[in-house]
């Protein structure tokens, strides 16, 4: 069997109808909402559903063999994989936004900027050579610069309809983003054949 791990949340749903398309009936992942792994015999195929962040971990680590990420999140776990196919689906920016009635602000001394993604936005704003101070959220990052928490975001973004209700605006697009296919290196070279077979199938489907 081969494992593979999928996103819970906004990839899921295009996940299960490509895993679908592709000829698998896995209705029961549905059924059983509770269970997070499914073995599915009759197509040598076992799944894992997983926070979206974890994908790239389980997958790195040899715990799943391939999984399906957000580039965001590749990016940020700097994960060691490889990444056979853009699947298409899930497509949102990463941005850098700030409040609308500040549109300059002071960007060499005393930036701070919230995010989801301090990797991400360490190596965003290093490479502009700007000096900032990065606080990791995990909750609504558009809350910060609205309370003085920080100047700017970096943050996920689909439609912009967040950033508008909250009075931010976009600054500078740093990445666009969508679903990726992800291989972990030793269950390449180790399981070759079905990997391969895999991989052919994803693009048939897509």
Known sequence: MI?????KG??????????TKMGYDLGRIKREKRRL?????????KIMIV?????????EYGAADLGIAGKDVILENMADVYEPLDLGFGYCRMVVAEPK???QIERVIGLKVATKYPKIAERHYGKKGIPVEIIHLYGSVEL???????HQIVDLVETGTTLKENNLVEVETIF????RLIVNRSSMRLNYKKI????????RAL
């Open 196 to 203: 391969t077979s895999f991989v052919n199938a994803v693009k």
């Open 10 to 19: 906004r990839l899921f749903e295009s996940t299960y109808n490509l895993l």
């Open 144 to 150: 910060a610069p609205l309370t003085g928490l920080s």
């Open 37 to 45: 792994i499914f073995d599915f015999p009759e197509y040598e195929l």
């Open 51 to 59: 926070k979206p962040m974890d994908v790239v971990t389980y997958v």
């Open 101 to 103: 009635e500040k549109p």
């Open 176 to 179: 666009e983003v969508t679903a």
């Open 3 to 7: 494992t593979i791990a999928i996103p």
